[in-house]
């Protein structure tokens, strides 16, 4: 089965910069969307971004756009969120998923495998 395993979350002070990583295993994801979502508690899960693996094609939330980056590594089977100005904000349990299909969707619910998920936390 596929597995996705999260990684790289901690705390940093606003305005800095981490890279989470999820590492995909148990089968190719050539022709999987893969992205990225987080939650807090009271608030429901959100979109962050996704990529479209084998072109390349992402999308974005408003709220992180040009601050965040998505990527995936097709040589190690891993996808990195490179986020950048981290505000109090971004603090939340950040989650990666994947999705058979060519179309980036926003939707979790489009989504058929998940991470268990690695905090986040930027003080205020």
């Known amino acids: 089965q596929a597995q996705l395993v999260e990684s790289g979350g901690g705390s940093v002070q606003a305005g800095g910069s981490l890279r989470l990583s999820c590492a995909a295993s148990?089968?190719?994801?050539?022709?999987?969307?893969v992205g990225w979502f987080r939650q807090t508690p009271g608030i429901d899960r959100e979109f962050v971004a996704a990529?479209?693996?084998?072109?390349?094609?992402?999308k974005y939330t408003d709220s992180v756009k040009g601050r965040i980056t998505i990527s995936s590594d097709n040589a190690t089977n891993i996808m990195y969120l490179e986020m950048n100005s981290l505000k109090p904000a971004d603090t939340a349990i950040y989650y990666c998923?994947?999705?058979?299909?060519?179309?980036?969707?926003?939707?979790?619910?489009?989504?058929?495998?998940w991470g268990q998920g690695t905090p986040v936390t930027v003080p205020s």
């Open positions: 998923a994947a999705q058979i299909g060519t179309v980036v969707r926003p939707a979790p619910g489009h989504y058929h495998f």
């Open positions: 148990g089968r190719t994801f050539s022709n999987h969307i």
């Open positions: 990529i479209r693996w084998n072109t390349g094609t992402t």
